[in-house]
């Protein structure tokens, strides 16, 4: 049986904000398409899959794999375990996140597209732990600001559980003793 999560952002809470994140996105990016739209493996599928059914402007998607959240590396090295298979030089890319803790891993990847010449790079993150910033990340597209605090659900997990809950739950528990 599974551990009870204590609900912090529900399901209909997260499709509202979602619903007005597309929007700001079309409004930005009407002349600039088509958009492509590069997810963070795997824990932004649920909420990229959401997002761009809301979406309206014509968009191209990819996906990126980093090195998982305390896989041993030191902390602030991170590694690309799967990289695009789209050319990025003169695209208009958005990174689709699900949450930034550090900044680590979106200051990294946010550097890499750049370095490949993007025509513009931005980041949509569905959440954003801000107290716990270790390096400048700025989020063009946020959907909630959270506390400190470790969530799973809506793509998230522990150890690869829990992803597919509709809902972000706090996981009440020391989540390296699951
Ligand atoms: P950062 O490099 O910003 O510290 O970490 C980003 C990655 O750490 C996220 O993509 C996510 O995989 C993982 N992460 C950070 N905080 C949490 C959390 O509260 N819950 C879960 N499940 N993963 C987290």
Do not use: W
Request: proline residues 4%; charged residues 30%; hydrophobic residues 40%.
């Amino acid at each position: 049986m599974d551990r009870p999560l204590q609900v912090l952002i529900s399901e209909s809470d997260l499709q509202r904000r979602i619903a007005e994140l597309a929007t700001e996105i079309d409004r930005d990016y009407q002349d600039k398409t088509p958009l492509l739209c590069i997810g963070v493996l795997k824990g932004s599928v649920f909420f990229m899959v959401d997002l761009l059914k809301r979406v309206k402007v014509p968009v191209v998607i990819d996906f990126l794999q980093t090195s998982s959240y305390r896989s041993g590396t030191t902390p602030g090295e991170v590694r690309i375990r799967k990289d695009v298979d789209v050319a990025i030089r003169g695209r208009h890319v958005l990174i689709i996140e699900d949450i930034v803790d550090t900044g680590h891993t979106l200051s990294t990847v946010l550097g890499l597209f750049r370095f490949r010449g993007a025509a513009s790079v931005k980041l949509c993150a569905l959440l954003d732990k801000h107290e716990a910033r270790e390096v400048p990340v700025s989020v063009d597209y946020s959907g909630f600001p959270i506390d400190n605090v470790f969530v799973v659900g809506y793509g998230l997990d522990l150890d690869e559980r829990y992803r597919e809950l509709p809902y972000i739950g706090v996981y009440d528990g020391d989540p390296s003793e699951d």
